[in-house]
């Protein structure tokens, strides 16, 4: 069986994205990682090329903006990493820049892929998410936060990036997946407050024209992390790759986890019932789980 990694990274330095630490997460379980590197404000192109590994493979890209509209660049770039994969890989391990795979679940995700590999019928894996917010302390835990998502996919049977990368879908259905017990530590949520209001002005521009930014993301030098509707703190281990990251951290952010901030009744009932019965009722699901 071989494993292609493939992910997609812009000016991973100058918005802060642990790229190097996602890339170092999946390489023990691929035998190849192509990293699309865009051409940056920074040097995001020789900080990949720092990454002490044969099995990097790096292809330079050039992101086409005018695909402003929906975050269609992202899929735009996911598809041309995902197409420098190797031919003969049988799965391809799609992993974000802000997204980490902890060691302890390696074991599993390579049961799953040697499980299914023969088993035509299963177009991807599906795992569960840990988003990280405002600290590496807390973890979102309503109703905004996706709870799954594809990250391993059949390489070669026309699958696609969807939308804004976030999921796969193959000729515009929805993939036949089965999930897996291993989950992606997703730290996207976890910049300097400086940073992460940086991160907000360029990333939203890949959504939305000049007059929505204008309307809906505010001119501040900081970010608000105290604008959150529910958290809980973070009791379990972080992976090994973002560690010397965590020690060097060099802002605070303390937060209430019984301080709820529910916009409606609704809001408060449905996460009631989440978090009673695992419930999370109307989730989107660009999967089919079979």
């Known amino acids: 069986m071989k494993v292609s990694g493939f992910t997609i990274v812009r000016n991973a330095i100058k918005y802060d994205y642990p790229i190097v630490e996602a890339i170092r997460s999946i390489?023990?379980?691929?035998?190849?990682?192509?990293?699309a590197v865009g051409q940056s404000e920074d040097d995001t192109l020789n900080l990949i090329r720092s990454i002490d590994s044969e099995k990097i493979k790096i292809i330079e890209t050039i992101w086409n903006d005018t695909l402003r509209e929906g975050g269609h660049v992202l899929a735009d770039e996911t598809n041309k990493a995902m197409e420098a994969c190797s031919p003969d890989s049988d799965w391809c391990f799609y992993i974000q820049g802000d997204e980490v795979i902890h060691e302890n679940d390696h074991a599993d995700i390579l049961d799953a892929m040697f499980r299914w590999n023969d088993h035509p019928e299963v177009e991807g894996l599906l795992f569960n998410y840990v988003h990280f917010y405002g600290s590496y302390d807390y973890i979102g835990d309503s109703r905004r936060w996706y709870s799954k998502e594809i990250r391993i996919i059949r390489n070669r049977i026309g699958i696609t990036s969807y939308k804004d990368a976030q999921g796969f879908r193959k000729e515009g259905r929805k993939l036949n997946v089965k999930p897996i017990p291993a989950a992606v530590f997703h730290y996207g949520w976890v910049k300097p407050p400086q940073l992460q209001q940086a991160k907000q002005e360029s990333f939203h521009k890949m959504w939305h024209d000049d007059s929505w930014m204008e309307k809906n993301i505010p001119k501040t030098e900081a970010f608000d992390y105290s604008?959150?509707?529910?958290?809980?703190?973070?009791?379990?281990?972080?992976p090994d790759v973002m560690k010397k990251r965590i020690r060097q951290k060099n802002w605070e952010f303390s937060f209430d986890p019984s301080s709820k901030k529910f916009g409606s009744l609704k809001a408060r009932l449905l996460y009631f019932i989440q978090k009673q019965f695992g419930w999370k009722i109307g989730e989107y699901r660009n999967y089919k789980i079979i």
């Open 227 to 238: 604008q959150i509707d529910s958290l809980q703190q973070f009791n379990g281990t972080h």
């Open 27 to 35: 390489l023990p379980i691929c035998d190849e990682v192509v990293v």
